[in-house]
């Protein structure tokens, strides 16, 4: 059983251009996870998500960020029109029902040139 | 402000010693606390979780204790060995509406020498 994978593992991005983070939860899982980690800092939650439902974005910026859990495919966490602010790690985490027991994907390192 | 605070924010211990991390959070009201071990790198893997009625949980080398009318925690490695490096961090599950969300702290960067 492959646990939650996420790719790019690195991403370079130029201000103004689009990030597009994929994050395929552990078998089994419904519930997915983003969080955001900034040097030295601890990780921040940005958003929760079911099948096809967002169900808490309370850590998610209000403009250029948003997320997606199709029926069918990966997460997706997609940053438009991205500025050096926005580099940081991105880690998605998955569980079978409920947040309880959360499984880590090893993050994307996002880099904005 | 962060609900999460850990301390030392790092340390560097000599193989085969002990050490102790500390966790102290304000969150409230709190569903659980859990102590994950980050490699440089990687995600977070969890070591331990423990309920608020539970005061000590073991996972091998590592022992994490809470006074949850303290309100601290502490996660202690024993015997320490070189792949101990790592950072330890202490996250709190919030109970807010319908899902325990997580806190997190900075957490602390452990580095084992031989």
């Known amino acids: 059983n492959a646990g939650v994978m996420q790719n790019p593992r690195h991403l370079v991005r130029r201000r103004g251009q689009e990030a597009r983070l994929r994050c395929s939860p552990m078998?089994?899982?419904?519930?997915v996870y983003w969080y955001r980690q900034l040097p030295e800092e601890g990780l921040k939650f940005m958003v929760y998500l079911q099948k096809e439902n967002i169900i808490d974005e309370s850590g998610m910026p209000k403009e250029r960020f948003s997320a997606e859990f199709p029926k069918e495919g990966p997460s997706i966490l997609r940053i438009q029109q991205v500025v050096r602010g926005d580099s940081a790690a991105y880690f998605c985490?998955?569980?079978?029902?409920?947040?309880?027991?959360?499984?880590f994907g090893a993050g994307t390192r996002l880099s904005v040139l | 402000k962060n609900q999460v605070e850990q301390s030392p924010q790092s340390l560097i211990i000599l193989e085969g010693k002990n050490c102790t991390l500390q966790?102290?959070?304000?969150?409230?009201?709190?569903?659980?606390l859990r102590w994950y071990k980050q490699d440089t790198g990687r995600g977070p893997v969890s070591l331990t979780i423990?309920?608020?009625?539970?005061n000590t949980k073991s996972n091998g080398r590592y022992t994490a204790t809470l006074d949850a009318d303290t309100k601290q925690s502490s996660l202690h490695i024993t015997a320490s060995q070189l792949s101990d490096s790592a950072s330890y961090i202490c996250v709190v599950s919030m109970t807010t509406d319908s899902w325990g969300k997580l806190q997190f702290g900075a957490g602390t960067q452990v580095v084992v020498t031989p």
């Open positions: 423990m309920t608020f009625s539970e």
């Open positions: 078998k089994g899982h419904s519930h």
């Open positions: 985490a998955s569980s079978p029902g409920g947040p309880n027991i959360q499984y």
């Open positions: 966790c102290n959070y304000t969150v409230s009201p709190f569903s659980n």
